[in-house]
């Protein structure tokens, strides 16, 4: 089947400081990873995606790197911000029941400080 | 700016009521999900359309049923609500494709009493 296996939170990290959460799947065929990120009283918006192997995607300074031999999409950014304080989702897209659906780890809030 | 808009951010509902989340999406997507939130168990699908009038369900259907008469509508319902349905609700639409991306609403916190 299809899941997606994310790192526990909440995370908490000083302003500026390397930000790490860990994303593994499980999926049958070659999916497309996804990260997304909810900001406080909004819904989930695209953070960055990729798409085969080997691919990294990036955004806002945030990236992650499609690793197939390990199945992992981990989520890094050298220097964190206050701004930076939400959940993250880990998320894949696959086929399941005649559609492409997307299948979501269970999020990790990060809250950032001054 | 393209946008997904569902119809109410709070709701407050009675235990055995009849309850309707309305989702509208401007993007002309084919595909749009309706999902709910919970701590600790992140996004789950509940249902989920690929064109009007289809409808598949997800991993949690009980419960709930939905409605896509028109394109750009996708409407899901409690028949009757319970407490543990007391969740927020997410909408989503997407163009057909493995590596396109989801646009989501802000969510409906519903509450049942």
């Known amino acids: 089947g299809n899941s997606v296996t994310q790192m526990e939170g909440p995370v908490t990290l000083s302003e500026e400081a390397f930000l790490t959460i860990n994303c593994t799947y499980t999926?049958?065929?070659?999916?497309?990873l996804f990260w997304y990120v909810q900001y406080p009283g909004e819904g989930l918006q695209l953070l960055l995606k990729?798409?085969?192997?080997?691919d990294k995607g990036s955004n806002k300074g945030f990236e992650a790197t499609y690793r197939k031999e390990t199945t992992s999409f981990h989520l890094e950014k050298g220097s964190v911000q206050v701004s930076d304080s939400a959940v993250y989702f880990c998320?894949?897209?696959?086929?399941?029941?005649?559609?492409?659906?997307?299948?979501f780890g269970t999020g990790t809030r990060l809250t950032v400080i001054p | 700016d393209v946008k997904v808009t569902q119809s109410s951010r709070y709701l407050v509902k009675r235990t055995g009521e009849k309850v309707f989340l309305e989702c509208v999406q401007d993007m002309d997507h084919e595909n749009m999900f309706w999902y709910r939130q919970d701590p600790g168990l992140g996004l789950r699908l509940i249902y989920f359309s690929y064109d009007v009038k289809m409808k598949e369900k997800g991993d949690i259907p009980e419960g709930y049923s939905v409605s896509r008469e028109k394109k750009e509508r996708f409407s899901l319902i409690l028949e009757s609500a319970s407490t543990n349905q007391t969740s927020m609700y997410l909408c989503?639409?997407?163009?057909?494709?493995?590596?396109?991306?989801?646009?989501f609403g802000q969510g409906t916190r519903l509450t049942v009493v």
């Open positions: 998320a894949l897209s696959a086929m399941s029941a005649g559609a492409n659906n997307l299948f």
């Open positions: 999926a049958t065929g070659y999916p497309s």
């Open positions: 989503a639409s997407r163009l057909e494709g493995a590596s396109t991306e989801a646009f």
């Open positions: 990729a798409t085969k192997a080997d």
